[in-house]
């Protein structure tokens, strides 16, 4: 008897009544136990959600055949078999979010594989392989961005991977690059998007006199800072907070939002629609 | 043919395989259709709730009797069809919960009837009466607990009504008088319990040094402040906030937390478990 | 003897060794008690800030002729005899900011005189006349910006008044209004500024899926929804929030920091330092 | 000549007029430049607090003399010259808090000595030592309260330190230990206090059904979690988040918390009074 799996289905299709009862239908007549079940009308464009959790031991292929024969045409369905996720880190020169998914890999709270650990600089070098991992240097000087980022996908190509995560990775990535991996790149943008997109936001921030900062983490898409949002928080600040004790109250948020969004994505509780992520927590 | 009418059908029972697949049945067979549809599973309890908003023209009482015969053995079943409902207000001699709920329903925001305000002082009269609601003044000095509730309860069994809210009433309710309106009477408390439970949470606030002050909207039970919780909220602190500044910042958050618990009740979005409310947002 | 009242004294100026000490020998010499003291000195325009409260019976012009002797050129003084202050509130059709301030008023914790409420919109009369206060409606339509702001220049030059208070005043004010009240006009905008400057801006939270919602209030400066930030905030809200449910949260949070905001100016709090605002919570 | 130094003067004594013009006057005379200065006065008990940073080449002790001549009798004074402190880390087996300091000190952000780290488990060993810093194993199996203890004090008896950070160090200590290092030892504690006083406070906070949870770090006192606030936090939860789900959001606050408190004191930001710390930020 086959053993059974954790599976997590993801569904996203035009709205229709009956949805969730032929779902749960199937599940019922293929053995599955549902753990949790998440659904969600989008009410303007009437799209339907559903994020579930089950054990059991139907071969995914098959059951995604049964789902797309069920629901209506042009259905979005995923199904992740539980297995320890590879995620790829790009750094730069920070410390702060880098060090923090290093140590919640070490201590065993995300269960993943970190197959190589990529940075433009070579300061973070030490910090990786004190953790026990690989380290690459790939410096962008004296080359063009099409010849940094041929060297970075020559990398990318020789392993496998679910995720890569910019860690503070400061070079903006080209639209060719971001193209072939859509919704597998996570960034942790330091600023409470859409206020002070682009460069600088600790210093507009501080000139602009705001009571608020915060950080983004987002998926990458072609269009910089304004990809689909996966979590955000702020912190309170006042007058006396100049651009470096921004950046420092900024850090903590900036790790926690980082690491918050790299849940959800290993969770696979975010389905994307347009502009944003639906996320089931 | 019957008009369709909107029904919040609220759920709770012992989990099993297949609930959700034969409750979305039976509805989809009465033809009724779902706009909303969420559910929780405890998982040390393995309890099943879930709440489905729908429109519909079967009999609640129908409705209600065959879900009965499809669910497991003891479930607590209710079913809620839309209308105005009636909310009936307790103040002592405090502006602003009581202020911000007519306001709310004087906009519109909150879509409920007052049928009267009931208070142990006269100073909110005015206020009542200026926004043209009826305002009963029931004294409590000079005589004893008791009579002093049967008197409340006077005006109250000549009234219909929903809900309870204590909008800052300052009198302690007997356990016989709360045992009557199980789940029908929600207060705010003025700190984030369980921290400060009890008489002066600011003032012991201040004097504990606390950098957070809350406030606490739950479900009146027979244990003083200790009934489920349905919101919760806190606002920074200093330790320039004197006990009159904290009661300042405080009030902003009671008012804000009590209403935002009485939306949760009156759009039926909680069920109680334990001493717990599971609140479907 | 004359009577000692309660000033406060706000100071900006360029920074130098030496100025708390000189302006607290000056407060002493002339027997004022310094309740309390704030400084702040700006380090990047090296700008010193100071707000001293403080009971006394010397005349506010000779203190602050002497004042002006003693502080480097160019020193930016006021000095603020307690007293109930004005504020005029105008408003559209929404009630929430308006009532919040208005029921403020009637309990007392906002102790200010309220001379006229104006609108551009009549749905707002019967709350104000029933707080009993006057309200003047002035009408936009079929009337030019300029003949319409010569309306509202008319009522308020024939009132004392401290502040204006736009609570959901949906007008657009010209730059020549606007100019006449530097300081003196404070608005609520229903969003995080700087995300989101403009109309519409829950609708554009809704597309672009942000985790949160917020609120600035900021005096009005002829660069529309720029002026500087009095005061802020946010609440947390998730992909089910619809346009009007991020509506009814936001308008949560409006009216606490718009609240906060007059508080701040009220006593004052605030000064101003190119487009930010110093406050000495 | 001699070399200016960075200074922090703190005070607190009885309030009378004129102080902070005398303490500002030494210090002007002095030759003292005073880069930033915050005065409170505790308006119950009358007390004055100030924190004054400046640079000067007065010898401490000479300061402290004629500040103890000026100053009200009893007055407590401080004088703390800006040097790279020493911190010693206790821990237990959680990797967060701990990881989390290590990782702030070797970005530099945190600019200290961490002298020694003790475990009473050997979890932590080889992270501390690929941190490349001294790690002391001293288990508590077998041995009785006292003996432990003496064993830890005969590690601090040989090592220079300003502070001893509990970074989820789960013993507790007695009040023979604790009295030995009054507002020395600084504590994080896993939940809002004075909320869920004791142990399990995650499992306290799931059976409560409270909504949001939080991190308290206080300096420890004889009182077991009663010692005064540095800094506090929460973050939202709701009914789905088991005991566990609430602990690793509650990592995420307790680390942030903890490394904010740990600030406060390295800047000499706090003074305490009574079970408070008045803390200057």
């Known amino acids: 008897m086959p053993q059974s799996s954790r599976e997590v289905l993801l569904i996203r299709c035009t709205d229709r009544p009956g949805?969730?009862?032929?779902?749960t239908g199937l599940l019922l007549e293929k053995g599955c136990?549902?753990?949790?079940?998440?659904?969600?009308?989008?009410?303007?464009?009437?799209?339907f959600f559903m994020r579930t959790e089950f054990f059991g031991t139907i071969p995914s292929e098959e059951l995604k055949a049964r789902l797309a024969g069920l629901l209506p045409e042009g259905a979005w369905i995923q199904i992740h078999t539980e297995k320890r996720q590879k995620v790829i880190l790009f750094a730069t020169k920070e410390t702060h979010c880098l060090g923090d998914i290093l140590l919640?890999?070490?201590s065993g709270e995300l269960e993943i594989d970190i197959p190589v650990v990529i940075s433009n600089h070579k300061e973070l070098e030490s910090l990786v392989t004190d953790f026990h991992l690989p380290f690459r240097y790939?410096?962008?000087?004296?080359?063009?961005?099409e010849e940094h980022e041929a060297m970075l996908l020559d990398i990318l190509s020789k392993q496998e991977f679910d995720y890569i995560v910019l860690a503070k990775f400061m070079r903006i990535l080209s639209k060719e690059f971001v193209s072939r991996f859509p919704e597998k790149i996570v960034n942790i943008h330091h600023s409470f998007l859409p206020a002070f997109i682009g460069a600088n936001p600790y210093q507009k921030a501080y000139e602009r006199g705001v009571k608020l900062i915060g950080a983004t983490a987002h998926f990458v898409t072609e269009s910089l800072d304004e990809?689909?949002?996966?979590?955000?928080d702020v912190v309170s600040v006042d007058h006396s907070f100049t651009k470096d004790k921004l950046m420092l109250h900024g850090r903590d948020i900036e790790k926690v939002v980082l690491a918050r969004a790299l849940r959800f994505v290993l969770e696979h509780r975010g389905i994307t629609w347009k502009n944003r992520v639906i996320i089931f927590r």
């Open 33 to 47: 136990n549902i753990v949790s079940n998440h659904e969600f009308v989008e009410p303007i464009d009437s799209v």
């Open 104 to 106: 919640r890999h070490r």
């Open 138 to 145: 790939v410096g962008h000087e004296g080359i063009t961005r």
């Open 19 to 23: 949805l969730i009862h032929s779902i």
């Open 227 to 232: 990809g689909p949002i996966l979590a955000q």
